[in-house]
């Protein structure tokens, strides 16, 4: 098991003298952190453009929630005042950058060098870094606040959650923010079946086995815990079926096993919506957790 970055990285990362020296550092380390990906995530989140495009951003109501629980604390050993873990193409980024005081210091990391790569053409002017919630490179007790939307589930682990544990400083919080299809509507509940024939060992938010890892330890503390109406993602079929393209255990088939999935999906819409160019609705749930070091 290799050791954190951030005992090879001691110095200040705002120091601007050492940024060439970062730079290569976090480049030679970053295939070494790409370890411990599950391999499903390393298959199937290769195309950042299409994810991008295919998949939901998040309400009003979630992101405000997200900022009006930001800790800001004391800011003597403070590098980082927001880490956002697993930021894929940046699409919860965009939306709770424009809420963040100036001068915020945000830092956006990513295993998927492609995903990361979308992000950055959006905001040229953001930190960013490729590193798993398992090696992130910063001091003990340096980050204010901690990130995680939609992703969780990929590294809900002891591993995981003891570092960034260590890098949050006193009173630091961690945010879980995730949108889930709302299978209460009966043809989202067969599109979820679907899933599942391709899920297997995969991890899977929905499966609740991420909540595992809070259980017996007291790193945390939950502070709030809300479900609220998601945002809708809106559509044809070819939309629709593009979506679930775009999720990893779909996104990594090939040949006939792809097509064998997409003609599942297919058959799905063509029972329950009859015109080809009917605008369907996706809608989510949006689940948010607010949880503080202790």
Request: one cysteine or more.
């Amino acid at each position: 098991m290799w050791p954190s970055l951030s005992r090879y990285l001691s110095w200040n990362l705002s120091h601007r003298g050492h940024s060439k020296l970062l730079s290569k550092s976090l480049e030679v380390f970053s295939k070494i952190m790409a370890s411990n990906v599950h391999q499903t995530a390393k298959d199937g989140f290769k195309q950042g453009d299409h994810y991008d495009k295919s998949r939901p951003s998040y309400t009003d109501d979630l992101v405000s929630l997200v900022q009006k629980n930001i800790h800001y604390g004391k800011s003597e050993g403070i590098i980082c005042d927001i880490l956002e873990l697993g930021a894929g193409t940046g699409k919860f980024t965009s939306r709770i950058l424009p809420l963040l005081p100036q001068g915020t210091r945000y830092v956006a990391t990513e295993p998927s060098e492609d995903f990361l790569s979308v992000l950055k053409d959006k905001f040229n002017n953001i930190d960013t870094k490729v590193c798993t919630a398992t090696n992130i490179p910063f001091k003990d007790n340096s980050v204010q606040n901690v990130i995680c939307a939609q992703c969780f589930h990929w590294f809900a682990n002891m591993e995981s959650l003891t570092e960034i544990h260590r890098v949050l400083a006193p009173g630091g919080r961690l945010f879980l923010v995730w949108n889930d299809k709302d299978v209460n509507i009966e043809w989202l509940r067969h599109m979820a079946d679907i899933l599942t024939l391709y899920y297997g060992d995969t991890p899977r938010k929905i499966s609740g086995d991420w909540k595992n890892v809070f259980d017996g330890n007291d790193m945390f503390r939950c502070v709030e815990n809300t479900v609220q109406p998601g945002i809708q993602l809106m559509g044809n079929k070819d939309f629709v079926l593009n979506h679930y393209t775009s999720i990893s255990v779909i996104a990594k088939l090939q040949g006939e096993e792809r097509q064998g999935a997409l003609s599942k999906f297919r058959d799905v819409l063509n029972d329950n919506f009859k015109n080809e160019e009917e605008n369907i609705i996706i809608q989510f749930v949006s689940e948010f957790y607010c949880t503080e070091k202790v």
